[in-house]
């Protein structure tokens, strides 16, 4: 317990630094990175556009109205904004710090290679993008008449950060096989795809395919869940089998990790 | 996903606009396919090359540099074009119902518009990249060009079904022309003269962007500097 707790302290530490360095990096550039966090902008409008022009024509979508899923693209807009933010784009250039033979560098360093490989940049525009899904999401409160408890706004929270975790996990399976086989990055990018799932309301898709995208390939975890969970449509136990994906997909992300190490060979430097 | 989003949108309402739902999935499966022939990434390879200075060497090379680009960019519009007929051999194998067949003539009328889409394009990317002779890094314009331009083409929606203003604007600008327009021809949805009315606006849109890249070009490579090369 003793050595955990030096351990977490001492990648808290380490990651304040790389913080800081992201921070000042973005600095420099602050007009590129800025005009970079508007295109998301452009992005959510389109969405916005789009479920408003099917909203002009139907009253709700898998059962859920247009401000309900307004607050579910939010919701989701936060998982892939910090996602963004802290690892997804670390995870998905590993590919790229093989090739540059800068992994041999990251494996030489007293530090778990994972957490580097993992958590080695911040990217700030992600930070900008997680501000477009704060407004949306507090837009939509305003036009949703509803009432939570305290509890149901701490499960909803504790469920975006499942939901964050599962990603985490999710993408550090992608990316070992990146370790094994270098050329890999595609499945990145089909992850990517397979994240829009979630941006709808789980109602619309067929009971099977439902069941697999929660449990399988869990993308209905990241904003269908917490959304449903605070608007009430589903209940307390669905924290504790989200808490059992969770379980599940680190255990599969750890071996996966370690296999992926195992097969790796330098192919630069 | 987007046959489960239409498929509960097409249970509350038998139509959609002028669209049912065999039509609405044809339409965005098309978009898919079509999506190839405006993927390319010439607007980035060739503002890298100006940025790098690479582009010197182009300017010596005893042959024409837009030619030799538009060869490599239709050469990978081809693959990506073939590999994507998947997914609609997918879609006629497993899911024909959900397809709404073209008639003969259209059909060939569709198959003659994809070189016409694919210079369009390049043109747009031609324009794009011109950019970087006056900007140094075009990776952030691009990002809002592309992400503007594919919505405004129809990608997500078909423009006839835009709130009002934005329809507006849409059939003002070239952008329909590389996803809506030729996805009405296919899917029938344009008498005779609609079609050669706009085949001539695309062909006169080909016209007007060659001459925009014309005289952008000749500006940006008088402007254009590479030192040390």
Redesign the interface.
Known sequence: MKLWAAKTKHRLKLYRYILILSLKETFIFRI?TL??G??PL??LG?II??L???FA??????SWQFWEIILLTGVHEIIFSLSWAIFSSNLRNLDRTIDRGEFDLILTKPVSPRFLATFQHFNTIGLISLVNSLVLITVSFFHLSFSFTFFRLIGFILLIAIGLLISLHLHTLATSLTLAFIRAKSLGDILWEIY??GH?PAE???TK?RYFFLTAIPVLLFAYLPTAFLLGKINYPWIIFALIILLLFSKAASFAWAWGLKKYQSISS | ?VI??W???FA??KS?GSYTLPKMITYLVMAQIIHALNRHKSARTIAEEIKSGQFSTALIKPYNYFVWQFSWATASQFIELLTMDLLFLVFLVFLPQYLSPPSGSNLFIFILLLPLISTLNYLLNLILAGVAFWVT?I???S??VV??AN?LSGE??PID???AF?EKLARFLPFQYRIFFPISVYNNQLSGPKIVQGILVMLGWIITLSLITYRLWQKGIKKYEAVGR
């Open positions: 590129n005009l970079v508007l295109a452009v992005w389109t556009i789009f408003t022009t099917l024509r139907i009253s709700t979508l898998g829009e799932i709808y619309i898709y067929p395919i | 996903m489960f989003i498929k509960n949108v509350q309402t959609f890094d990776r952030l314009f990002t809002f992400l503007a919505f997500m929606l079904l835009f709130p934005l």
